[in-house]
């Protein structure tokens, strides 16, 4: 019973936090926490034109909290990020096959 106690509890430790790295337009890197990413678009034409996220965005990044980031990636290298990272993530957590 003690080795099955000790096997949930670690797996209740090893949580599924799991980040992709992505770029701001001037280079810098920005660390996202996948489970607080609400959605991703494309720029919008009217967004480009008036610079709303200023040059070299492709993407925007709508976070839980509502706030939204432009990104220098393409959105589906995003997408392609976060699902890498969520079959890593699943990966760990999952019970080794005996």
């Known amino acids: 019973m ?3 106690h000790d096997d949930v509890f670690a797996k209740l430790i090893i949580t599924s936090v799991a980040f992709i790295l992505v770029h701001t337009p001037n280079g810098a890197g920005v660390g996202l926490q996948i489970d ?3 959605s991703i678009r494309e720029i919008t034409e009217q967004e480009y034109k008036e610079k709303a996220y ?3 965005v492709h993407c925007v990044i709508i976070m839980t909290n509502g706030k939204s980031i432009g990104i220098a990636e ?3 290298e995003v997408g392609d990020r976060i699902t890498d990272a969520e079959r890593k993530a699943k990966h ?3 019970e080794p096959k005996a």
Do not use: L, Y
Request: charged share 40%; aromatic share 0%; glycine share 14%.
């Open 2 to 4: 003690r080795q099955r």
């Open 36 to 38: 607080e990413i609400s």
């Open 54 to 56: 200023g040059d070299g």
């Open 74 to 76: 393409e959105c589906q």
């Open 92 to 94: 760990i957590v999952e």
